[in-house]
């Protein structure tokens, strides 16, 4: 019995210490993120040339208002063209995109990728552009969202980030997936800038140098195309600004297995990614000092927050109630005391009480916390199905085509 107490107390102490390093990593984050950040005015602003572009599969009920709605920014029309890439769309939509003053360029491929959709795309529309803004075939952008990505550019930026939003909080998911995206906003993007690191890419509402974009993209063929763009351009120590003020709207997940589905592949995508650069990050990070890239590198195999909520709300349930009972017998497999699984999960909270927006604290939020236990079973379950995840394409139905007020 005592061989088998000391693996489980291995296995406790080695599940502490990974939810160590995730609770303190968001919380550090999460605090400065509390602090602003703001980019530092340019005197003399060049107007630059962008390509808008809008990969879409099989969007045809909302493709035609994202288009029009791309249209209507605050920015010369002589200096931005809208780019819609339709895959799979039907001829009556095809027929209205045309109507539009846009370019549209049909696509089609055995296994449709967003990557081999941008890739085709930029092979055919040319070199005439000083930076490529990719949104999705559901993004509604407000119109001010070019200009203000104009200035990152000023500030000597190759890419930057602009800040993505939900266009709608319909149901439980929906709103679980809208403060996911805004946690993941204030931790991975503005804390990160405000301690000098750069700010994820999410694979929309992001603008890059597009000569840049486009030789990088090349050598891209996955369906994680952001986040590989992502390492590469900090291995080469280009630092990613965040927009916090360039408003883009997402359509959130409203059903359960979406959501669940959704973070199965981005989890999977992540651990490849993790396994494919850690010693390269590892390399960078002693022999070149790129803490950027490591760190990065790092976020790689950060839980999703529903799962680190759910494992630490477990263990301490489950190690709380034992040391309250007294049960002798189970006591003894704990290694660890419950205060240490309560301050991992004191933290936690507060780190999403900071991160979460206050337009959030509403009777809606009651509905999602609700929604959280059947969301973590979900997940935690999917894992058990994580293989070949990364490489699968899984498209997700659009309908919304307005932006949620603010």
């Given amino acids: 019995m005592e061989i088998a107490e000391i693996f489980i107390h291995i296995f406790e102490i080695a599940i502490f210490v990974f939810l160590t390093f995730a609770t303190a990593y968001i919380f550090i984050f999460g605090f400065a993120g509390l602090f602003n950040y703001k980019q530092k005015p340019v005197k003399n602003s060049k107007l630059r040339k962008f390509a808008v572009l809008i990969p879409g599969y099989k969007e045809d009920s909302v493709i035609v ?19 819609v890439i339709a895959d799979s769309f039907e001829e009556s939509t095809l027929e209205a995109l045309r109507k539009l003053p846009i370019t549209v360029n049909v696509v ?14 930029m092979e055919v529309i040319g070199d005439d552009y000083d930076v490529a803004l990719i949104l999705d075939a559901d993004n509604i952008m407000q119109s001010d969202v070019i200009k203000k990505l104009n200035k990152s550019f000023d500030n000597g930026f190759v890419a930057v980030q602009g800040h993505r939003l939900a266009k709608n909080t319909n149901t439980p998911f929906a709103i679980l997936d809208a403060i996911s995206e805004e946690i993941n906003n204030h931790v991975f993007r503005k804390g990160h800038r405000v301690l000098g690191l750069s700010s994820a890419l999410i694979g929309s509402g992001m603008a890059l140098e597009y000569k840049l974009f486009k030789d990088t993209m090349k050598t891209i063929d996955s369906v994680g195309e952001d986040k590989e763009v992502e390492m590469k351009l900090l291995k080469q120590k280009y630092v990613i600004d965040y927009c916090e003020d360039a408003l883009v709207f997402d359509e959130k997940t409203q059903k359960s297995d979406v959501f669940v589905n959704q973070r199965r592949r981005w989890i999977a995508a992540q651990l490849s990614y993790f396994r494919d650069y850690f010693f390269s990050g590892l390399n960078d990070l002693i022999f070149k000092a790129n803490i950027d890239y490591f760190d990065k590198v790092l976020q790689m195999i950060q839980p999703p927050r529903i799962i680190l909520l759910g494992l630490l709300s477990i263990f301490v349930f489950l190690s709380g109630l034992t040391y309250i009972l007294k049960l002798t017998f189970i006591d003894s497999l704990f290694y660890l005391s419950p205060l240490n699984w ?3 999960f004191g933290l936690t909270i507060i780190t999403l009480i900071f991160s979460i927006p206050r337009k959030f604290y509403n009777k809606e939020l009651i509905k999602a916390v609700l929604a959280l236990p059947k969301g973590f079973l979900m997940m935690f379950l999917s894992l058990l199905k994580i293989k070949g995840a990364s490489k699968k ?6 309908s919304h085509t307005t932006k949620k007020s603010q």
């Fill in 393 to 398: 394409f899984i498209h997700t139905t659009h």
């Fill in 342 to 344: 309560l301050i991992l």
């Fill in 108 to 121: 089609s491929f055995e296994v449709s990728k967003k990557s081999k959709a941008l890739n085709k795309t």
């Fill in 65 to 83: 208002e994202v288009a029009k709605d791309a249209l209507n920014q605050d920015y010369p029309k002589d200096y931005f063209e809208v780019i």
